[in-house]
Structures are given as structure tokens and as C-alpha cells.
């Protein structure tokens, strides 16, 4: 059974940075691209990073370049989301979600979902 | 970006069907290949993939769930409805990245 487990999240200050981890277990994780969505509350679906299955492509979506950093480490079954320079609109559920094996190019649909982190950015 | 407009909400009753609609900005299909795909929100629950390239039930899902359309005009049928469909479903594109998602439709019961 696919099985994605994040931790890290919490509340924060702003300026402050994070580190979100997703723990995978039954898969190949080293064969699958991995992404972080994260939804606000009350609101919609928000693609944040892909990171393909080596780490060779890594892409970002505007509203984070520069300040979030995804990472993984196949060794270990695990993706991460370094956060920086948090600010007030990052505050939301954070999901770790496994790249479609259908996927065509480099935009993937999203096959498997964890039960996401809250992060709150708050003074 | 591609922008994904779907309506707010549809209310419907049990044991009826149901269409949700999702329509692009610009087309998401590549050749035959329609890239949207379709979301289950439940409260309290992370989204899990009902339909992918437009067409394709994922794995697990009831064949009650249905996925039909191409280059900007995309639905999503369920029929018929029961109660464990009340959710928000979303579509979503990967022909262009950024992927997108559209706003949501929650279903109803009437």
C-alpha cells in the first residue's frame, strides 16, 4: 500500500523558515517524481515544487522560487520542502504527492496524496 | 498559466447523475492525449485521483465515475450519485507547467 507521511509543519514567524519531510513506503521511491501542493484554508489546490526521480529536474512555482527548496534523498524513502523567508500567504496544508506513472512531459497529475502538514505563518 | 474555471457548486440528488464541468483557457490536449485530470476532496481528507487524462478511472475507483472531453471542455459524470460522493471535486492540467488546478465544485445534496 502507497503510504506518504509529512511532518514538520507547525507555526512560525515571519521571516522564519521550516522544513517539511514526507516519509514514502510502499513503492520504488526512487523511480517516481514527487511534488508538494498545498491548499490554504478554505481554499483550492496550489502546485508548489516537482523534483523528478533523481533529483536531475527541479521546478518551482513562481510564488515560492527563490524561498522554498524541495529536495530528496532516495536512500532514506524521503522528499523534503526547506522553507525560507516565510510569509503570511504560505500559511496552509501541506501535501506530499506522488507523480502520475501516466505522466507525459515534464507536468505530472498526481497519483497519491498524504494526509498533509500544517503550516502557519503568524506573529 | 492555464486557468481551469469550474462552477462554485452543483447540487443533485441521490441516485441521479451528475455533471461537473471544467473549461481551460487554452487546450490541454497533445495530439490524442487529453491532459485533465479529475480530484475527490472530502472534508477533512487530502484530494485522491478519481480520473486521469481525461478519460482513465485510477485505480480502486467505482466505474460510476466517468471522465469525458478534449482541448478546453472537460467533465466529469458520476451516476449514479450516492452519499459517499458529497465532496469537492477539481480538475487539473498538465499540459503546461505550471500544473493548475481549478477552484472546486462541492456537491450538494438537493
Known amino acids: ?123 | 498559466d492555464i486557468v481551469l474555471t469550474q462552477s462554485p457548486a452543483l447540487a443533485v440528488s441521490l441516485g441521479q447523475r451528475a455533471t461537473i464541468s471544467c473549461r481551460a483557457s487554452q487546450s490541454v490536449s497533445i495530439s490524442r492525449y487529453n491532459l485533465m485530470h479529475w480530484y475527490q476532496q472530502k472534508p477533512g481528507q487530502q484530494p485522491k485521483l478519481l480520473i486521469y487524462r481525461a478519460s482513465n478511472l485510477a485505480s480502486g475507483i467505482p466505474a460510476r465515475f466517468s471522465g469525458s472531453g478534449s482541448g478546453t471542455d472537460f467533465t466529469l459524470t458520476i451516476n449514479p450519485v450516492q452519499a459517499d460522493d458529497i465532496a469537492t471535486y477539481y480538475c487539473q492540467q498538465s499540459r503546461e507547467s505550471p500544473p493548475t488546478f481549478g477552484g472546486g465544485t462541492k456537491l450538494e445534496l438537493k
Request: proline share 2%.
Open chain 1, 1 to 123: 500500500e502507497v503510504q506518504l507521511v509529512e511532518s514538520g509543519g507547525g507555526l512560525v514567524q515571519p521571516g522564519r523558515s521550516l522544513k517539511l519531510s514526507c516519509l514514502a513506503s510502499g513503492f520504488t521511491f526512487s523511480n517516481y517524481g514527487m511534488n508538494w501542493i498545498r491548499q490554504a484554508p478554505g481554499k483550492g489546490l496550489e502546485w508548489v515544487a516537482s523534483i523528478s526521480s533523481s533529483s536531475s529536474y527541479i521546478y518551482y512555482a513562481d510564488t515560492v522560487k527563490g524561498r522554498f527548496t524541495i529536495s530528496r534523498d532516495n536512500a532514506k524513502n524521503t522528499l523534503y520542502l526547506q522553507m525560507t523567508s516565510l510569509r503570511s500567504e504560505d500559511t496552509a496544508l501541506y501535501y506530499c504527492a506522488r507523480q502520475g506513472i501516466h505522466t507525459m512531459g515534464i507536468t505530472a497529475y498526481f497519483d497519491y496524496w498524504g494526509q498533509g502538514v500544517m503550516v502557519t505563518v503568524s506573529s
